[in-house]
C-alpha cells in the first residue's frame, strides 16, 4: 500500500471517529501491520468499517475487514472464472444483462454452443456456425439494428 492512499484512509477514519483515537504512533504502527494490502482493499475495508462500526476501528478490526474483502475478492475471480470456464453459462448471463441484442440472435448463439457442448454438432459445424452468426452480426450492425 502506498504512504499517500494510506494517509487518506487514516484521513476518513480520523473524521469519522475523531484525531484521538489515531495518535501519530498508532498510526505508525498501524501501517507497519497493514502495508502488505493494496490500496484498494485497504479503501473497501475502511469503507465497510465507517459504513458499520460505531467505534474506532483500529489493527484488529481493520485486519479482520481487509481479510474479508480479499475472500470477496477471491471468491469474485472464482465465480468469473468459473463462467469461463462454462460459456453457456455466460452466454445465458449476458443475454439477461445485454438488453440491446436482438433476443433470437442470442438464443441462436446459446444454442450453437450447447449443440457443440452437447456433441451433437462437430467443431467444424460449430465453427462454421460461429462465423455465420458472426457475419450476420456485422450485416446487422453496417445496416443498423432495426432499420
Known sequence: MT????????????????????????????????????????????DNQIAKSRSAPLGEELLEELELVRKQKQADYYNTFSKINNPEELMHEAANVNQTADPEFVKACIKLLADKNSGKISMKQFLEGCDFLDDTAKKIKKRGWGK
Open 3 to 46: 504512504h499517500q492512499a494510506y494517509a487518506k484512509q487514516i484521513d476518513r477514519l480520523k473524521n469519522a471517529y475523531g484525531d484521538k483515537n489515531y495518535a501519530p504512533e498508532r498510526i505508525k504502527t498501524l501501517f507497519t501491520r497493514l502495508s502488505a494490502w493494496t490500496d484498494e482493499e485497504f479503501a473497501i475495508a475502511v
